[in-house]
């Protein structure tokens, strides 16, 4: 069964700087999916960046970025130029990509805490 | 396009009772997944449907629980002699295939008292 592991409950940082939450994963897959998502207080859960395994790049989306380390399984998420408007719980997850059925559920940490400070 | 809805938001009910949830995906998503969150925790899979057919049921889904999802559109999750163990935030999700992106809903948040 694959893990997640998210080893900062809480994390701070000022507006403006940049910040970057860390994420930990194990399985005996090779072919997979890991994705960061972001829960806004009392809000719903949307999609921040997809990294599919098989590519090298890391992907980007704007101010997000990740450090993709495949044979150390770490999956970590950099926000630069913070925003009021980051501050959320971030939950890192697994998705297989195996296409037999029973592979679709997404696997998550247990999630960080990102606050802004004005 | 209006997301994805759940209702209702928030469900008080005493231990012992039965409560039923009703997601209504996004249209054209013939995923939907269903994924319960405790507080402090990430969200954890339950079971998801194509279309009609429900094709995963997580351990945790214990003989208490049972979701349904007729004619591939809307979905319920039904609870039955709720214990005090299953106050969560159950989420819905759907997304238009098995490689696509999960959307979700807003969560109903479930207390047992």
């Known amino acids: 069964a694959q893990t997640v592991t998210q080893s900062q409950p809480e994390m701070s940082v000022q507006e403006a700087e940049t910040v970057t939450l860390s994420c930990t994963y194990d399985?005996?897959?090779?072919?997979?999916?890991l994705f960061w998502y972001k829960q806004p207080p009392s809000r719903q859960m949307i999609l921040v960046i997809r990294?599919?395994?098989?590519?090298?790049q890391n992907a980007t989306e704007n101010r997000f970025s990740v450090n993709f380390q495949k044979a150390a399984k770490s999956f970590s998420l950099k926000i630069s130029d913070s925003q009021l408007g980051d501050a959320a719980m971030y939950f890192c997850?697994?998705?297989?990509?195996?296409?037999?059925?029973?592979?679709?559920?997404?696997?998550f940490g247990t999630g960080t805490r990102l606050t802004i400070i004005p | 396009d209006t997301g994805v809805s759940q209702n209702p938001r928030h469900k008080i009910t005493k231990r012992g009772q039965n409560v039923t949830f009703r997601c209504d995906p996004i249209s054209e998503h013939n995923r939907l997944y269903w994924y319960r969150q405790t507080l402090g925790q990430g969200p954890e899979f339950l079971t998801y449907f194509q279309n009609e057919a429900q094709l995963e049921k997580s351990r945790l889904l214990s003989d208490r629980f049972s979701a349904e999802r007729p004619k591939g559109s809307f979905s319920t999750l039904e609870i039955q002699r709720t214990e005090q163990g299953d106050s969560a935030m159950y989420l819905c999700?759907?997304?238009?295939?098995?490689?696509?992106?999960?959307?979700f809903g807003p969560g109903t948040r479930l207390t047992v008292t």
């Open positions: 990294q599919e395994a098989y590519k090298q």
């Open positions: 399985t005996s897959e090779s072919d997979y999916y």
């Open positions: 999700a759907s997304s238009f295939g098995r490689l696509y992106e999960q959307y």
């Open positions: 997850a697994y998705r297989s990509a195996r296409s037999n059925f029973g592979n679709e559920k997404l696997t």
